[in-house]
């Protein structure tokens, strides 16, 4: 599971101390603790989809379970994040408050005649006075409220896992409030590299990776530093989080305001901390894969790179990641790099270094949320180079689009 932005602890339930010089450290579970193990073991049970079991059902299961753990909060924790693993059914398209008044004044007429000898002939005469009525079928009167929802799909998920999923909720509900994130890695596997910067690509972070000596330093912007969606973009930081500890070896640091105070968050491999995302492979969201088959089935003279490979940027030791390489009949590659909503400041750098050097490979495509300044959008549509290797798109780019501007890059 990717981009599952509710599964993030809540301000509430994060246990992190402040330690002497501003340090914040959150407090891990054992995740081989015998006494954790059986807690979470004993809330999975809850969640067995055979069983079919509501909202309600659940956290009455649960509640009994948690409220005699000795540290509440703890227990809370891991149940949130349990819960919010599960897929719960939805209403289903009805006009409930119309039905349900139609159902209670024919029950009340019913009633009021008294001709009917016990419960089951009662109920029997309402259905009969109101033949297909969906709500005497569909799960009852109040089928549409959220206790009602019933568990129709759960992950397959061990205790242990569980509680890797509790660690990485604490540091992931802390960078919901984090300045930046500075992230080094030693020198990881190109394949490795690829997928992380897939990840900054699909959660479209505000990002610059550098080369460092042998390594690697990834800087994002954190969600105070966003003008706007402050915090859907904090969201979207924490989502990325877990894809950081699929790293042979890494360190990372964060500025974070945390209970009105600036503090510290470092953590490294050494952690203990488990991403979920590695489980399953290198992900590819499924807006890139219909991109993909799209160019591969329209394009005749590009053809589409299965993976893309980093540009050296203008200046020291930048590095350009793009989106997607291409290639043509004769092997020159050139690659597409999109700007999103959030990476306006990332845009107006790109344009003054591709100005600088027009031999640069690179076309690129912006969302027009990320360009909602009409004096930057008049002046690129009035550029020349735009015009030639630059394309506006909503939401995601098209493969229209794209051929153009390939189509119209000049070789030198």
Request: glycine share 6%; net charge negative; proline share 4%.
């Amino acid at each position: 599971m990717i981009g599952d932005d509710s599964i993030v602890l809540t301000k509430d339930l994060i246990l992190c101390r402040n330690e002497r010089g501003g340090r914040l450290r959150p407090l891990f579970l054992r995740v081989d603790d015998e006494r954790f193990l059986t807690l979470a073991a004993e809330i999975l049970t809850a969640f067995d989809v055979e069983k079919n079991p509501t909202r309600e059902e659940i956290e009455e299961l649960t509640s009994t379970m948690t409220a005699e753990w000795p540290n509440l909060r703890q227990a809370r924790g891991i149940l949130k994040i349990a819960t919010d693993l599960a897929e719960f059914s939805q209403p289903a398209d009805l006009d409930y408050a119309g039905a349900r008044l139609e159902i209670l004044q024919t029950a009340a007429e019913l009633l009021r005649l008294n001709q009917h000898e016990d419960e089951e002939s009662y109920r029997a005469a309402v259905a009969e006075r109101l033949p297909g009525q969906p709500l005497l079928e569909n799960g009852g009167l109040y089928a549409d409220l959220p206790a009602n929802d019933r568990l129709c799909a759960y992950p397959a998920l061990s205790a242990r896992q569980l509680l890797e999923r509790y660690n990485c909720g604490l540091v992931q509900g802390l960078l919901l409030h984090a300045e930046n994130l500075v992230i080094d890695t030693g020198a990881s596997s190109p394949a490795r590299l690829r997928r992380l910067m897939r990840y900054v690509k699909f959660f479209r972070l505000l990002a610059s990776l550098e080369k460092r000596g042998e390594g690697l330093r990834l800087t994002i912007d954190g969600p105070a530093s966003v003008l706007e969606q402050t915090k859907r973009y904090g969201l979207q930081l924490a989502s990325f989080f877990p894809a950081v500890c699929g790293l042979e070896n890494w360190r990372l640091r964060a500025e974070v305001t945390w209970r009105g105070k600036k503090g510290n968050l470092e953590l490294d491999d050494s952690s203990g901390l488990v991403g979920h995302y590695h489980h399953s492979g290198a992900y590819v969201p499924e807006e890139i894969t219909m991109f993909e088959r799209h160019f591969r089935q329209t394009a005749i003279d590009w053809r589409i790179l299965d993976e893309t490979s980093h540009l050296p940027g203008i200046r020291g030791g930048e590095m350009i990641f793009p989106d997607f390489s291409f290639t043509d009949e004769q092997g020159r590659v050139v690659h597409l790099e999109l700007f999103h909503r959030w990476h306006r400041s990332q845009l107006e750098s790109r344009l003054k270094q591709v100005a600088k050097h027009p031999t640069l490979p690179l076309i690129i495509g912006i969302d027009r949320a990320a360009c909602n300044d009409r004096e930057l959008r008049d002046q690129l549509e009035q550029s020349e180079w735009f015009e030639q290797r630059g394309f506006f798109f909503r939401d995601y780019p098209t493969v229209e689009k794209t051929l153009k501007c390939l189509r119209n890059f000049q070789f030198n």
